[in-house]
């Protein structure tokens, strides 16, 4: 194992303590009660990943962790948010999640639809912190938020993936490749792109990058949900087969579904090409480089 | 009938008109679907009250229609998510509003809750809308309509409001006036002060008007649940009275409630005193005047 080996991981662990502690402070300014404890109860746990990128995203174009830190709880608080609702019962009523009860059978639906409403708002709040950039940074990162989430993005996925649900022909690749650019996509590619946003510099690698690695992350979602287990996934597996659901493994078979994910990592570490190896870009863009291999090797 | 009397009536229909073309081009830009379609049914009618009270305070301040109207759709827009998410089955179980059946009654629990969720992103969108302003103004509008509609505001209201309904003790005076201060009073005041956070004034004397109007329209929302008839109201009535719940007219009786509520809008008029009489200025604190007493003499 190289040294970079050990650096990836050593900076995995020292961003989610940031994280971890960021969110827990962010969450202990709010009124105590149910509503703040079914919140924080949201946000624990969690591989972080969509926090690392935008890490790594500020790290690679010269910005301070201090400044990407608020990004980074914006976006981790959004895909709390988003766990919390996509788990109730009208959706895809799911009750173990990161290991855990989901929210609304650990609190009730009640409080679970307000704490992902709570958290959404709690995000964008991030995202106005002074310590983030000037007040032009802040608005384009807002707006640019605003629509990865919403109507375009992550909720137009979901409502694309509960449809599908319900429709009697299952989704074709092209299909499923949209839903999931949107569901999983828009996020990660909000994140991705951060750090180009706080330092004024384009974002178009990243947002290649990110394209790649979130697929990547999809293909690797859907051949867990086949291969894994439920104790190590902390969550249930085997629901999108019994579903008669397309994915990309009921698609393309599990062979191509892997070779599939594994092309995807090659591009999104080609994307990275344009980044120099400073010091700090350097350590940067190897970081993301072995978050796009983890991802398809992961087993949770 | 002054001049003014009838000046006010004709500034609500101009602004309700200019709010439904500005919500309908708006939603035209998303993708076509049921979630677009249920956000845009979710939007319809209401009597648009509060983004009447962000055109007017714009007005009192000096600032343009055009500039207001993005704030203006995004308060009326998180007020038509807010509505959607309490009439859920799990929340208030409401079957009927503005007339119409609720969104989930219309569509599905999901679509109904993803269609909340994207009109909260929808609502922060707009507010990054350069006609608003400086990047400064837009920056600070969004961290505080986060802080009005979030676990320390709206959400939180919402969820003490739902506590209650499963306590044993019914709340206090003092109880649910703060329950209502945040679950209705913080948007309003959000409403309220928006014109002078974009023209760099003190808010203070907007505050105060929203304060005592907020709790004034409250007031008025518990005397039409008891005295109030569903078809003018377009929503059930008598439910709060059902269900033992504390209300303004249960813990002061009809009549104590009635002389709180215009007591409550004398002094939002006497909030206005600081504002000149000059040509716009003098015509937006009149209609705010106005406002003020409609909201305890309307019908639904």
């Known amino acids: 194992m190289s040294a970079l080996d050990t650096a990836m991981p050593a900076r995995m662990t020292e961003v989610r303590a940031a994280i971890k502690t960021g969110l827990e402070t962010a969450l202990a300014r709010l009124p105590a009660g149910e509503l703040r404890d079914a919140m924080e109860y949201g946000c624990v746990g969690g591989k972080r990943i969509r926090g690392f990128l935008v890490m790594e995203s500020a790290r690679l174009h010269g910005a301070e962790d201090a400044a990407a830190l608020p990004v980074a709880l914006a976006v981790e608080m959004l895909h709390a ?11 895809d009523d799911d009750d173990l999640r990161r290991g855990m009860p989901t929210c609304h059978i650990q609190w009730s639906e009640a409080t679970a639809i307000l704490a992902g409403d709570a958290l959404q ?14 007040t032009e940074v802040r608005v384009t990162l807002v707006r640019r938020f ?8 992550m909720v137009w996925g979901q409502m ?3 449809s599908a649900e319900q429709a009697v022909e299952p989704l074709d690749l092209n299909a499923v490749k ?3 650019q949107a569901k999983t996509g828009a996020l990660i590619g909000f994140a991705a792109t951060a750090g180009a946003v706080m330092r004024g510099a384009d974002p178009a690698p990243m947002a290649e990058y990110a394209r790649n690695l979130g697929l990547a992350f999809q293909i690797a979602d859907d051949i867990l949900d086949v291969t894994g287990d439920e104790e190590t996934a902390g969550k249930r597996v085997g ?9 990309f493994v009921s698609l393309l078979g599990l062979e191509e579904a892997r070779d599939k994910a594994a092309a995807m990592v090659r591009r999104a570490e080609l994307a990275l090409t344009p980044y120099g190896d400073g010091d700090q870009t350097g350590a940067a863009a190897e970081n993301l480089r072995q978050l796009a291999r983890f991802v398809i090797h992961r087993q949770t």
Do not use: C, N, W
Request: hydrophobic content about 45%; glycine content about 8%.
């Open 81 to 91: 948010y988003s766990l919390i609702h996509d788990d109730l019962p009208a959706m």
């Open 121 to 134: 708002s709690l995000a964008f709040e991030q995202l106005t912190d002074p310590a983030v950039g000037d």
């Open 146 to 153: 605003a629509e990865a989430i919403g109507a375009r993005g």
């Open 160 to 162: 694309q993936d509960i």
């Open 178 to 180: 949209s839903l999931q």
């Open 239 to 247: 629901k999108d087969a019994a579903a008669g659901k397309a994915t």
